[in-house]
């Protein structure tokens, strides 16, 4: 069974930092690509950031572009993201999410249970 | 950014009805669409990749068809557990982009 476990969700002051971490087990971590979407309060789904799986390929929307880094260590199947200069806006469940498919790129086919990040003074 | 509409915002239907729920992206994205059922306080789960292929475990009244621009998932008859919110989302270009939802509510 495929468990992806998020950690690292907190209050955190405009301008701070957070890094997530997700443990993910059940599957091949290193056949996968990863990927972390957010959910803020009441709205809709939003993908943040996907990294290949030797930690190659990786991409970001532009909101979080230049402050937010994903990585990997494939030796502990755990998926990271760093995140630095918060904002108000950042707020928002972040969710762990593992792509499927033959080559690992298909649909996000799993997901963890979401670790919730405010951004308040 | 490839931009996904999707219609109605609010689907509210009897159990045993048909629930019929679009989505039209701003352009092409061949096949690869996918749906997303999101309950209450729970994460997104996959219920069709590649616009009509039904994922592990999902029930046979859910499917999904289109390719292109327009694509529709399909509840054929409602049960009181598909209350939920519906959501699409394109993986052909990046970035990738989901739609805003659809509510569907079971009377």
């Known amino acids: 069974e495929v468990q992806l476990l998020e950690s690292g969700g907190a209050l955190v002051q405009p301008g701070g930092s957070l890094r997530l971490s997700c443990a993910a087990s059940?599957?091949?971590?290193?056949?996968?690509?990863m990927n972390w979407v957010r959910q803020a309060p009441g709205t809709g789904l939003e993908w943040v950031s996907t990294?290949?799986?030797?930690?190659?390929?990786?991409y970001y929307a532009d909101s979080v572009q230049g402050r937010f880094t994903i990585s990997r260590d494939n030796s502990k199947n755990t998926l990271y993201l760093q995140m630095n200069s918060l904002r108000p806006e950042d707020t928002a469940i972040y969710y762990c999410v593992k792509r499927g498919g033959a080559t690992g790129w298909g649909a996000f086919d799993s997901w963890g249970q979401g670790t919730l990040v405010t951004v308040s003074s | 950014e490839i931009v996904l509409t999707q219609s109605p915002a609010t689907l509210s239907l009897s159990p045993g009805e048909r629930a019929t729920l679009s989505c039209r992206a701003s352009?092409?994205?061949?096949?690869?669409l996918a749906w997303y059922q999101q309950k209450p306080g729970q994460a997104p789960r996959l219920v069709i990749y590649d616009a009509s292929n039904r994922a592990t475990g999902i029930p046979a009244r859910f499917s999904g068809s289109g390719s292109g621009t327009d694509f529709t998932l399909t509840i054929s008859s409602l049960e009181p557990e598909d209350s939920a919110v519906y959501y699409c989302?394109?993986?052909?270009?990046?970035?990738?982009?989901f739609g805003q939802g659809t509510k569907v509510e079971i009377k």
């Open positions: 059940g599957f091949t971590f290193s056949s996968c690509a």
């Open positions: 352009q092409s994205i061949s096949n690869v």
């Open positions: 990294i290949g799986t030797t930690g190659g390929n990786i």
């Open positions: 989302q394109q993986r052909d270009k990046w970035p990738l982009t």
